[in-house]
C-alpha cells in the first residue's frame, strides 16, 4: 500500500533553524513535493526532489533518500511570516500526488 | 484572470442540492484537478484531467462528477449534496500529466452542507 507521514505540529523561536521530517511507503514514486500553506489560503510550491540529496532554495532546502523513503524540509533563520502548515506529497507510479496530513509550523518571538 | 479562479468562495448548502463548483485556469495547462482537504487529513484527490477532454476518478470520486469541455474550466459537480462532502475544495493545474508538475492551486471554496 501507500502511505505518507509527518509530525502535526511543530513549535520554533524566530530566527532559528527548523527540520520537519515526512516519510512515506508506495511501490512507484516520480518524486516528493513540499508546499507551504498558510491558515485560510491555498498550498503553494516550495520545493520538488526526485534524485537522492539536498536541494537548496534560499532559506528553504529540502532532501531526500529513496531508499529510506524519507524526505526533510530544513527552514532557516525563521521569520513570523513562516508560521504555516508544511505538505509533503509524493508522486506515486500513476503521477498521482499522495499527500501527507501538514505539519502546522507555529513561530514563537 | 491570473492563475486558477474559483467560484464560489463559500457557500452553505441543504442535504440534497445540486451544486456545481466553477474553477478556471488562464495558464494553458493542460491537467487540471480537484481536491477536498479535511482537518486531520491529507488532500485527497477527487477527479483529475490530463488534457481537454479527458477525466479520470481520484481517490475519492463518489457523489461527484467533472467535464472538461475546454482547456480552461473544469467544473466540479455534486449530484446530490451529503453532510460529510462538507470541506474545503480546491483545484488545481499543471502544466503536464506526468513527470514533474508543480501544481498551481486555487484559493478554495468553503462548502457546508446540512
Known amino acids: 500500500g501507500q502511505n505518507i507521514d509527518q509530525p502535526t505540529e511543530m513549535t520554533a523561536t524566530e530566527g532559528a533553524i527548523v527540520q520537519i521530517n515526512c516519510t512515506y511507503q508506495?511501490?512507484?514514486?516520480?518524486?516528493l513535493f513540499w508546499y507551504q500553506q498558510h491558515a485560510g489560503e491555498a498550498p503553494t510550491f516550495l520545493s520538488y526532489?526526485?534524485l537522492d540529496g539536498l536541494e537548496e532554495k534560499g532559506r528553504f532546502s529540502s532532501f531526500l533518500s529513496r531508499s529510506k523513503g524519507y524526505s526533510y524540509l530544513l527552514l532557516k533563520e525563521l521569520q513570523m511570516k513562516d508560521s504555516a502548515s508544511y505538505l509533503c506529497?509524493?508522486?506515486?507510479?500513476?503521477?498521482?500526488?499522495?499527500w501527507g496530513a501538514g505539519t502546522k509550523l507555529i513561530i514563537k518571538p | 484572470i491570473a492563475g486558477i479562479t474559483q467560484a464560489p468562495t463559500s457557500q452553505i448548502l441543504a442535504a440534497g442540492r445540486r451544486m456545481t463548483l466553477r474553477c478556471t485556469q488562464d495558464?494553458?495547462?493542460?491537467?487540471m484537478y480537484w481536491y477536498r482537504q479535511d482537518l486531520g487529513l491529507g488532500l485527497r484527490l477527487i477527479h483529475y484531467?490530463?488534457?481537454?477532454?479527458?477525466?479520470g476518478k481520484g481517490e475519492v470520486p463518489d457523489g461527484y462528477s467533472v467535464s472538461r469541455a475546454n482547456t480552461d474550466d473544469f467544473p466540479l459537480t455534486l449530484a446530490s449534496a451529503v453532510p460529510s462532502q462538507t470541506s474545503v475544495y480546491f483545484c488545481?493545474?499543471?502544466?503536464?500529466?506526468?513527470?514533474?508538475?508543480?501544481?498551481?492551486f486555487g484559493p478554495g471554496t468553503r462548502l457546508t452542507v446540512l
Open positions: 488545481a493545474s499543471s502544466d503536464g500529466g506526468g513527470e514533474y508538475n508543480e501544481q498551481f
Open positions: 495558464m494553458r495547462h493542460n491537467a
Open positions: 484531467s490530463n488534457t481537454a477532454g479527458t477525466t
Open positions: 508506495t511501490s512507484g514514486f516520480n518524486g
Open positions: 526532489n526526485v
Open positions: 506529497a509524493f508522486m506515486d507510479s500513476n503521477y498521482q500526488l499522495i
